[in-house]
């Protein structure tokens, strides 16, 4: 499916059956409510809980940094695009739609893809494409049959890894904290050295 298409979709409020770099998730876009109402709905997803927020062109990811504080900027960059999933602050709100009860943060996820998704204009409001509680789906045939009748579209990418992002906290950065691995995703000790390049330390909580 190209880029056009996804979007129009999107655009018209519909929910969307997507790949990243490691599992398949469900996803609206960000400024459109009804879609994200439709996301919640489907997912069965209390409304209190956030959403991480995707980026797939690289010029959203660069405007979704902007502004941060310096080592929190750098921290993201070091990451991003890649499998991790990177807390940030979202003072000014830009991100609200997907922040549930905890507005002020967001978690970015900015995965690698192919150049039709790296083409996608959009932020998205995104979520695993599973019940809660449920297996990651590597594969559009592993996601549950309800939630694939409930998307308007499927981009099928074939068989992912399988094993979702790695979480990383890096509120604590500006503050001369550490960032804190809060899911070790596929490689944790990738997380770690990446940051450590860019002098960052990470706390891995027992």
Partial sequence: MSAGRLRDALRAGGVAVVPTDTVYGLAAALDV????????ALKGRPRSQPCQVLLYAPALLDAALAGLAGPVEAAA????????????????????????????????????????????????????????????????????????????????????????????????????GDAVLIRPGPDPDGVVRALAAVGVGVVRPR
């Fill in 77 to 176: 960059r070091a990451l991003l695009p890649g499998p991790a999933t990177c807390l940030v602050p979202d003072p000014a709100g830009r991100f609200a739609a997907a922040a549930g009860d905890a507005p002020g943060a967001v978690g970015l996820r900015a995965p690698v893809v192919g150049a039709d998704l790296a083409a996608l204009d959009l932020p998205l409001v995104a979520t695993s494409a599973n019940h809660p509680g449920g297996r990651d789906p590597a594969r559009v045939e592993d996601v549950p049959a309800d939630l694939r009748a409930g998307a308007a579209v499927e981009v099928d990418a074939g068989t992912l890894p399988g094993t979702a992002s790695a979480v990383v906290d890096l509120r604590p950065l500006p503050g001369g």
């Fill in 33 to 40: 409510p009804a879609g994200i109402d439709a996301l919640y």
